[in-house]
Nanobody
Framework: QVQLVESGGGLVQAGGSLRLSCAAS????????MAWFRQAPGKEREFVAR????????SYSNSVKGRFTISRDNAKNTVYLQMNSLKPEDTAVYYC????????????????WGQGTQVSVSS
């Protein structure tokens, strides 16, 4: 099992940037595919970005492609989400998730979740 803790959220103006971090416990971080999801009030949890165990494969949702960058540092047991050109519609609670099995865009495929960090973008 792995524990995940997100940080880096906050309130920014449209067009601004934030970098989210997700710190994982344990010694087997490189055995997990990692992903970022977000959930706005009244909406379903949606996929944002994913990265494979060694960082060799990455994908993004169409809504964030070109603006967000996912990366990981396995030596630090950390995955990052760099968010640029933020829009009000990016406002949500952002969650990191881990799967030992699936490199997936579906929240149903992820077994381990962080507590979430709030990102608020004002217009």
């Amino acid at each position: 099992q792995v524990q995940l803790v997100e940080s880096g959220g906050g309130l920014v103006q449209a067009g601004g940037s934030l970098r989210l971090s997700c710190a994982a416990s344990g010694r087997t971080f490189n055995t997990y595919h990692m992903a970022w999801f977000r959930q706005a009030p009244g909406k379903e949890r949606e996929f944002v970005a994913r990265i494979s165990k060694l960082g060799g494969t990455i994908s993004y949702s169409n809504s964030v492609k070109g603006r967000f960058t996912i990366s990981r540092d396995n030596a630090k047991n950390t995955v990052y989400l760099q968010m640029n050109s933020l829009k009000p519609e990016d406002t949500a609670v952002y969650y990191c998730a881990a799967s030992p099995t699936f490199y997936s865009a579906s929240p149903r495929d992820y077994e381990y979740w962080g507590q979430g960090t709030q990102v608020s973008v004002s217009s």
